[in-house]
C-alpha cells in the first residue's frame, strides 16, 4: 500500500501553569499499517532528530488494555473507530491527505498536565473511595463455595472490562463520570461478594466523583457510544438503581 | 443529608420524578384543549372553571407549581455545573454519535419555560386577577389569541421545541430512575417518541382546526 | 564471590512450606506500624504484596511509573491462570502442576520453590474470587478452566482473552483498600533511579518524579522490586512499550546477584511486525492453540493465499513433530518450530517471517458462535491491527519476546543476595527454570506477592524492630541522588543525532539475531562485540531534548535504554557460559539429530547467579539445583 500524507494540528502545552496553543506539522510517509501512536512516534523521531521536544503523550501496552492513552482526535475521543483505543486505531482508517486536530481530553478534573497528557488520578480516587470488596488475603473461601450463573458472571465480565481511559468523561459534554463509577459499581453489584459493602460503596464512589468536579449525567449516550471497550449505558441505570437502595 | 439531597445522582433523581410528574399533566391539559374544537365554549369554560375552583386540584395545583420550579431550578444548576465541568472548550466541536435531542435540553426546556411565561399571562395571571379579563371565558380568549398569525407561528415552534424535549425526557427519566435493561429500554425509546409526537401535536393541530373552521 | 544459601526447609517437598510457616519468625502487630516497606512496581504481584502487607499492618509505600497502579503491565495477561484445584476431575494435583513446570521448565527450577507455588495456586483463585474477579463460569455456576500448552490437564481459569486486566484490577483494588485505610501510599509516576545501602542492607530508593523531574529519596527497613520482567530488551515484544529492566538492574549493581538472564521465552504467536515505525508485537493468547491449527505450505515459498492451497499441501508440522501434545507444546517448542520452518523458507506472507494459526477446522466443528464466544475479542484486535479476517482466513503469526525467566536471584524467602531487599513476580528467577509454561506467569505474581512474601519478609524484619524509622539525609542517599542526577545531566549534555529509540532499535535487533529463540557460540561473542560498540555510540550520539527538571519522556527512555545495554551484554555472557540446551535457551550446538535441545545435566545443573563486578567481567556464582523428589528426564512432548 502507497505512504500516506497528513496535516496534523496538535495541542502544545508546557505545563499545567503554562497556556497551550496548537501547532500544525506535516507528516508524510505514514504507512498506512501505523497505529495512530506510531504516527506520532514518527513525528516525534523527526522533532526529537532536530532537537526539539516532542510531543508529550501517556501510552503504554499498545494493545488497548492499559488505558493509558487516549486523544481527542477530530471531534472523537480515541478517533474515528468505535471500539478502538487510540493505540489500535490504524491509519489505514484515515483517508490520505487528511487534516487531523489532535486535543488531550478537556475536563476539569483531568486538568492537563503537557501537551496531550492529563491527569487522570481523580479516577483512581474515586476507586479509593470504595471500589473494592474488602477481603484480607487469605480469609478467603473455597471458590467454588459461591455458585454465581454464568449469565450474571458475564455481565459482571462486560462491566469489568472498564479500562479506565477516562474517554467517557471525554465524550460527554458534561464531563461526567457516570460510565466509569457505574461500570465498577455494577461489577460488584451482579456478583454475590460485593452485596456485602454494596451501600456504602455506591455512597462513597458517588460523593468522591462529585468531589472531583465531574459534570453530572444527562443521557445523552455519547460515553457508551465512544467507549473503546463498549460499556453499556445500563451500567448508569444499575448504579442509580444501586443509590437509590443505598438510603 | 446535603450529600443525599446534591449529589449528582439525586438531582438527576429529582429532576426525573418532577419532569415525569409534569408528562402526567399534559395530556390532561390537552384533554381540556381539546373542548376548544366544539362550537359551543360551554365545556371548555366550565372544566376550566372546575380547575380553578375544585378544592382537590387546587392542591395539584400547587403541586405542580412546585414541580415546575423544582424542575427549572434544578435543571439551570445541573446545567451549569455541567458547563463548569469543562472550563476549556475543545477546539473541534464534540462529535459523539448522540441523539440531538438529548444534547439541546437545556435550549429545549428554556424554550418552554419563555412560552409557559406567556402562557401565564395569557390565562393564568388572570384568574388570579393580576392581568384585565375574564377568567370564566377562557374559550374566547383562547379562539382570540389563535386568530393572531404571529401566535400561532410561536405556539406551534414552542410545541415543536417542546416535542424534542419530551422525547428525550421519557426515556432519560427512566434511565436514571434506574429502569433501563435491553428489553424494555427500546420500548420505552418507542413510547417516548409516540409521545412526543402524538401530545404536541394534538396541541397544534387546534389553532390549525380552529383557523380552518373559520 | 557471594554465598549462595537458598535457605530450603527441611522435610518433604509437600510439608517444606507448611513447616517454613508455622516456624518463621512473626513480627507483632504493634511493630508492624513502625516498619516501613518500600515496593516498585504495582502489577499483579506488587499491588498484591502491597495490599497483603498493608492489611498486616505494615507502614507500605509503593511506587510505579505509570499514572496508576491500574496500568502496570499484568493487565496485558490474555489467556489465564492456573490453579490445581482439579474441578474438571481429571487427575491434576499439586504435584501434577509442579511436576509439569519443573518439567516445562526443562529441570532447571529450585523444586522447593516450585512445589510451593503450586500449593498457593489454589488460594490465590479463592482469593480473587473473593475480590469480585469475574472468572469464566459454568452454566452451573461454578468456575470453568481451559487447557493451555504443555500440559495434558485443563487447569486454566480465565475471563475471556483479558484475565491478566481483571486480576489486575482485583489487586488494585485491594490496594485501593487498603490507600484508604491508610497503610499504604502510593506514588505514581515515579522511576526508581537507585537502591540505597546502608551497612549493607537495602534502605531506601532514590526515584526520578516524572511530573516534575524532581529527584526525591524514600527509606524503608525493607525494599521489595515487583517490577517485572525486561523483555523489551529486544524493543519488539509483546511488553508494554515502557516496561524496562532500570530497577532490576540497579539492584544487580548494588550487589543483588542476576540470576540466568539468558533465559528468555519467546512466544510463539503473535501478530508479526508490519511496518518499520512498529512498536510493539501484540499477542495472540496461546488458547487460540486449543482450536487453531498451525501450518505452512509443503512446498518452499508458495505464495498462494492459504484458502487456495488444499489440504494434501499444507503441513500442520506441529502435530507431525509432536503427536502427543500435537498444537499444544510448550511455547519454546512452537516458537523454535516456527522459526525452523520460515528459516528453511517455508514461511507465509511478504517477508516469509510467518505461519498460518487455522480456525477453518475448529469453525467447521463447532461454528462460529462458539469459536466467536471463546476468542472474539482476539479475532476482533486481530482484524483491527492486520485489516484482515481471521474468520475468513488463517490468522498469520510469527514468535515474538515475551517474558523473563532469568532475573533477580532470591532464596526460599524471596530475599535477593542483598539483605532487605526482595524480589517478587516476574522479576525474579525462581519458579520457571528455563521456560516458563502458559498461565502461571499470573499464578506466580499472585502467588509471590499475596501468599509467599507476606509470610517470608517477616523472618527479616523480625530482626528490624529496633531499628528506628531510617533517615534520607545520611551520606550513603547524598551519594546515590549525587550518582543519579549526574547519570542525567550525562544523559541530556550528548546531544547527538540519535533518538534513544533508534539505539533501541538497533540494540534490539541484535539481541533478536544472535540472543534470541537460538544462539550459538559464534554470534554471541559477535553480539558482545557490537553491544559494545552501540553502547559507546550511544553515550556519543545520543539526543536528548528538553531538561531534566520537568516532565521529560526522552529522558525516561533514555535512562532505560542505557541499562539495557549493560543488560545486554549480561544476557550475551550467560548465554555464553551455558554450553547446553535447555527449555528457551537453545544453543545450535548441543541439540538432538532432530532438533531437540540437548541438556547436560552433569555440567549445568546450576542456577547462574552472575555478581556486579564493577568495570570488570561479572562473577559467575553457582547454586547447583538437587532433584531430591523428582527423575530428571529428557524432555519431551512427542
Known amino acids: ?247 | 443529608m446535603n450529600k443525599i439531597l446534591f449529589s449528582a445522582v439525586s438531582k438527576k433523581f429529582v429532576m426525573a420524578l418532577a419532569g415525569l410528574f409534569l408528562l402526567l399533566f399534559l395530556p390532561v391539559h390537552l384533554g381540556i384543549n381539546l373542548m376548544l374544537l366544539k362550537d359551543d365554549p360551554q365545556p371548555f369554560n366550565s372544566a376550566a372553571h372546575f380547575m380553578a375552583t375544585f378544592p382537590l386540584v387546587k392542591v395539584v395545583e400547587v403541586l405542580l407549581f412546585l414541580t415546575i420550579l423544582i424542575h427549572v431550578v434544578y435543571g439551570i444548576t445541573l446545567q451549569i455545573q455541567n458547563w463548569l465541568s469543562r472550563p476549556v472548550r475543545y477546539e473541534v466541536s464534540n462529535r459523539a454519535e448522540t441523539s440531538a435531542f438529548s444534547r439541546f435540553m437545556i435550549w429545549t426546556g428554556g424554550s418552554v419555560l419563555i412560552f409557559l411565561i406567556i402562557h401565564f399571562f395569557n390565562f393564568y395571571f388572570i384568574k388570579l386577577g393580576l392581568v384585565e379579563g375574564d377568567p370564566e371565558n377562557f374559550y374566547a380568549i383562547a379562539w382570540q389569541l389563535f386568530t393572531i398569525p404571529g401566535y400561532v407561528i410561536l405556539y406551534w415552534v414552542c410545541f415543536i421545541l417542546l416535542g424534542f424535549h419530551l422525547f428525550h425526557a421519557l426515556q432519560s427519566a427512566f434511565q436514571t430512575l434506574g429502569l433501563n435493561n435491553d428489553f424494555w429500554t427500546p420500548v420505552i425509546k418507542g413510547l417516548s417518541l409516540i409521545y412526543a409526537i402524538v401530545v404536541p401535536l394534538g396541541f397544534a393541530v387546534i389553532p390549525l382546526v380552529i383557523w380552518l373552521i373559520k | 564471590m557471594i554465598t549462595l544459601n537458598a535457605k530450603i526447609p527441611e522435610g518433604p517437598l509437600e510439608e517444606k512450606w507448611t513447616r517454613y510457616k508455622s516456624t518463621t519468625k512473626l513480627v507483632n502487630p504493634a511493630n508492624k506500624k513502625k516498619l516501613d516497606i518500600i515496593i516498585i512496581g504495582t502489577g499483579l504481584s506488587g499491588a498484591g504484596s502491597a495490599a497483603a502487607l498493608g492489611e498486616l499492618g505494615y507502614n507500605v509505600k509503593v511506587f510505579c511509573y505509570q499514572d496508576s497502579p491500574r496500568r502496570a503491565h499484568s493487565v496485558a495477561a490474555q489467556g489465564g491462570i492456573n490453579a490445581a484445584k482439579n474441578y474438571k476431575h481429571d487427575g491434576d494435583s499439586v504435584y501434577r502442576l509442579f511436576y509439569d513446570m519443573i518439567k516445562g521448565g526443562d529441570f532447571r527450577a529450585r523444586e522447593a520453590n516450585v512445589y510451593r507455588i503450586a500449593e498457593v495456586s489454589n488460594q490465590v483463585i479463592d482469593h480473587y474470587t473473593a475480590l469480585g474477579v469475574p472468572f469464566a463460569r459454568e452454566y452451573g455456576g461454578t468456575l470453568d478452566t481451559r487447557s493451555f500448552g504443555g500440559v495434558q490437564v485443563s487447569r486454566t481459569f480465565y475471563a475471556k482473552g483479558q484475565t491478566g486486566q481483571q486480576c489486575l484490577l482485583g489487586a488494585y483494588s485491594s490496594l485501593n483498600r487498603q490507600i484508604k485505610a491508610g497503610t499504604v501510599t502510593m506514588y505514581p509516576r515515579r522511576d526508581m533511579l537507585d537502591i540505597v545501602v546502608i551497612d549493607g542492607r537495602a534502605r531506601g530508593i532514590i526515584v526520578r518524579n516524572l511530573l516534575t523531574g524532581e529527584i526525591e529519596r524514600h527509606s524503608a527497613h525493607a525494599v521489595v522490586l515487583a517490577s517485572g520482567g525486561y523483555g523489551t530488551i529486544y524493543y519488539l515484544s509483546t511488553l508494554a512499550v515502557n516496561s524496562n529492566a532500570s530497577a532490576a538492574w540497579k539492584a544487580y549493581k548494588k550487589g543483588a546477584a542476576f540470576a540466568n538472564p539468558s533465559f528468555v521465552q519467546i512466544h510463539p504467536s503473535s501478530i508479526p511486525q508490519l511496518n518499520e515505525f512498529q512498536s510493539k508485537l501484540t499477542l495472540m493468547s496461546e488458547s487460540l492453540r486449543n482450536d487453531g491449527r498451525i501450518w505452512v505450505p509443503k512446498n518452499k515459498g508458495d505464495k498462494r493465499p492459504a484458502n487456495d492451497i488444499p489440504e494434501e499441501e499444507r503441513d500442520y508440522y506441529l502435530e507431525r513433530r509432536y503427536p502427543t501434545f500435537g498444537n499444544l507444546v510448550p511455547r519454546d517448542v512452537a516458537s523454535r518450530a516456527a522459526k525452523e520452518r520460515c528459516d528453511a523458507g517455508y514461511g507465509v506472507g511478504e517477508t516469509g517471517l510467518a505461519v498460518n494459526l487455522d480456525f477453518r477446522d475448529a469453525i467447521k466443528k463447532h461454528g462460529k458462535k462458539v469459536i466467536e464466544n471463546r476468542y472474539g475479542n482476539l479475532f476482533e484486535m486481530y482484524q483491527h491491527i492486520t485489516g484482515l479476517d481471521p474468520y475468513e482466513e488463517p490468522m498469520r503469526i510469527y514468535p515474538a519476546g515475551h517474558y523473563t525467566m532469568g532475573g533477580l536471584w532470591v532464596d526460599y524467602e524471596l530475599m535477593t543476595t542483598l539483605p532487605g531487599l526482595f524480589s517478587i513476580g516476574e522479576s525474579n528467577f525462581s519458579d520457571h527454570g528455563a521456560n516458563r509454561l502458559g498461565a502461571s506467569s499470573l499464578m506466580q505474581a499472585a502467588g509471590d506477592g499475596y501468599f509467599i512474601l507476606p509470610n517470608t519478609i517477616s523472618n527479616y524484619l523480625s530482626g528490624e524492630i529496633r531499628t528506628p524509622r531510617i533517615p534520607t539525609t545520611g551520606s550513603e542517599f547524598d551519594e546515590a541522588e549525587k550518582n543519579a542526577k549526574e547519570r542525567i545531566a550525562k544523559l541530556l549534555s550528548i546531544k547527538g543525532k540519535n533518538t534513544s529509540t533508534t539505539f533501541h532499535k538497533r540494540l534490539g535487533k541484535i539481541m533478536w539475531d544472535y540472543c534470541g529463540m537460538t544462539r550459538n557460540e559464534e554470534g554471541l561473542k559477535k553480539a558482545l562485540k557490537m553491544v559494545e560498540e552501540l553502547k559507546k555510540e550511544f553515550w556519543s550520539d545520543l539526543m536528548v531534548p528538553g531538561e531534566g527538571a520537568d516532565l521529560n519522556q526522552e529522558l525516561e527512555k533514555a535512562g532505560r535504554v542505557a541499562d539495557f545495554m549493560e543488560l545486554a551484554k549480561l544476557m550475551i555472557t550467560d548465554a555464553l557460559n551455558r554450553k547446553e540446551s535447555c527449555g528457551a535457551h537453545f544453543r545450535e550446538e548441543y541439540q538432538t539429530p532432530d532438533g531437540e535441545a540437548m541438556r547436560n545435566d552433569r555440567e549445568y545443573s546450576y542456577v547462574a547467579a552472575w555478581e556486579y563486578n564493577g568495570d570488570d567481567e561479572p562473577v559467575l556464582n553457582k547454586e547447583p539445583l538437587k532433584f531430591e523428589f523428582v527423575e530428571l528426564k529428557e524432555r519431551s512432548y512427542k
Open chain 1, 1 to 247: 500500500m502507497p505512504d500516506m500524507k497528513f496535516k496534523l494540528k496538535i495541542w502544545r502545552q508546557k505545563n499545567e501553569k503554562t497556556k497551550g496553543s496548537f501547532v500544525s506539522y506535516d507528516l508524510d510517509n505514514v504507512s498506512p499499517d501505523m497505529s495512530f501512536l506510531e504516527m506520532l512516534d514518527a513525528l516525534n523521531k523527526r522533532l526529537v532528530e532536530s532537537g526539539k521536544e516532542p510531543v508529550a503523550f501517556d501510552h503504554d501496552c499498545r494493545e488497548g488494555i492499559c488505558g493509558s492513552c487516549g486523544m481527542y482526535i477530530n471531534g472523537l475521543p480515541h478517533g474515528p473507530v468505535p471500539g478502538l483505543t487510540t493505540c489500535h486505531l490504524a491509519m489505514r482508517y484515515f483517508n490520505d491527505g487528511d487534516s487531523i486536530t489532535i486535543e488531550p481530553w478537556r475536563a476539569k478534573a483531568f486538568p492537563v498536565i503537557k501537551d496531550l497528557i492529563v491527569d487522570r488520578s481523580a479516577f483512581d480516587r474515586i476507586q479509593v473511595a470504595g471500589g473494592f470488596i474488602s477481603v484480607t488475603a487469605g480469609a478467603a473461601s473455597e471458590a467454588n463455595a459461591i455458585l454465581i450463573t454464568k449469565t450474571k458472571s458475564d455481565e459482571a465480565f462486560d462491566s469489568a472490562i472498564c479500562i479506565g481511559c477516562g474517554a467517557c468523561v471525554a465524550s460527554c459534554k458534561n464531563a461526567s463520570a457516570m460510565l466509569f463509577v457505574s461500570a465498577k459499581i455494577s461489577q460488584f453489584a451482579l456478583l454475590p461478594q460485593g452485596h456485602v459493602e454494596a451501600k456504602a460503596r455506591v455512597r462513597a464512589m458517588v460523593q468522591e466523583m462529585d468531589r472531583q468536579g465531574f459534570g453530572n449525567c444527562s443521557n445523552t449516550g455519547a460515553c457508551e457510544a465512544r467507549c473503546p471497550k463498549q460499556i453499556k449505558l445500563t451500567n448508569i441505570a444499575r448504579l442509580n438503581r444501586e443509590y437509590y437502595k443505598a438510603y
